[in-house]
């Protein structure tokens, strides 16, 4: 009994002093002391807050950003947004209307597809979605699910098929935060938008004792990894997705910065 609960005062210690370096972490990163503040998605056309093109614009290229260098990704959806040949990939209308063949060619010429057959059809089966199921305008999902992030996770998961690779955990997660800071979505129980653990999530995570590294290289879930950040915030007034940023910089930078 005394051994339990010396464990858990202990576990209570060292989440207080995980919980004040996540501060630390988050004030070196307002300060610009991460080594670099650009993220991926900063490669973007600065198209109307509020648009529709613009929702579309953060979406569709997300559903790509698996197991790549981000901001190549992003600076391909950039180069294709500005080439009159290939800025039509971004208006879904036009996206269903065009034939595999063709949609593959604008997707590859500036590298957006990696994986053309199979990121030809993520491409078109999402850009269906918004024609068949929303209306041709992405910002009816938000509409429609009163912009609760809740409701918004339930319908993409209740549509897997439709979102392919954007209903994945990880992947809905950041997509989410993405358009909350990119759009002039106004998100709803935003608490529940979990952090994103792609590989510099979790180096920064081992580094800071939220997990071990033996922890993290037996993850057979990263959904495993939210759940911990979660837990650990639930009583902060930060929500997961707000420490994604720090984190990603963090260890982008190589940990330059001691906490």
Request: aromatic fraction near 10%; proline fraction near 4%; hydrophobic fraction near 40%.
């Amino acid at each position: 009994m005394i051994h339990d609960k010396l464990f858990a005062k202990n576990m209570v210690m060292q989440d207080k002093v995980i919980i004040e370096k996540v501060y630390k972490l988050m004030a070196l990163h307002r300060a610009g002391a991460l080594g670099g503040e650009t993220m991926p998605e900063d490669a973007h056309p600065h198209l109307p807050r509020n648009s529709k093109e613009n929702y579309a614009y953060f979406t569709l290229p997300m559903a790509l950003n698996y197991q790549r260098n981000s901001y190549k990704l992003w600076e391909a959806a950039r180069k294709s947004f500005d080439d009159p040949e290939t800025s039509c990939i971004f208006d879904p209308a036009h996206v269903v209307r065009i034939s595999d063949g063709e949609l593959r060619a604008f997707l590859s010429k500036h590298r957006v597809a990696l994986q053309p057959n199979k990121h030809t059809q993520i491409w078109r089966t999402i850009s269906k979605t918004i024609m068949h199921r929303l209306s041709g305008d992405l910002r009816s999902l938000f509409i429609e699910n009163d912009a609760d992030v809740k409701l918004i996770k339930g319908y993409v998961s209740a549509h897997k098929k439709d979102f392919p690779y954007l209903s994945g955990s990880k992947i809905l997660n950041y997509w989410l935060y993405v358009v909350e800071q990119y759009t002039d979505a106004e998100l709803k129980n935003r608490d529940f938008i979990t952090i994103a653990p792609d590989t510099h999530v979790i180096q920064s995570s081992v580094k800071l004792g939220v997990i071990t590294a033996r922890e993290a290289s037996e993850l057979k879930s990263r959904d495993v990894l939210a759940d911990k950040w979660r837990l650990l915030l639930e009583n902060e007034k930060l929500s997961p997705i707000d420490v994604h940023t720090p984190l990603w910089l963090w260890s982008r930078g190589g940990f330059k910065q001691d906490i």
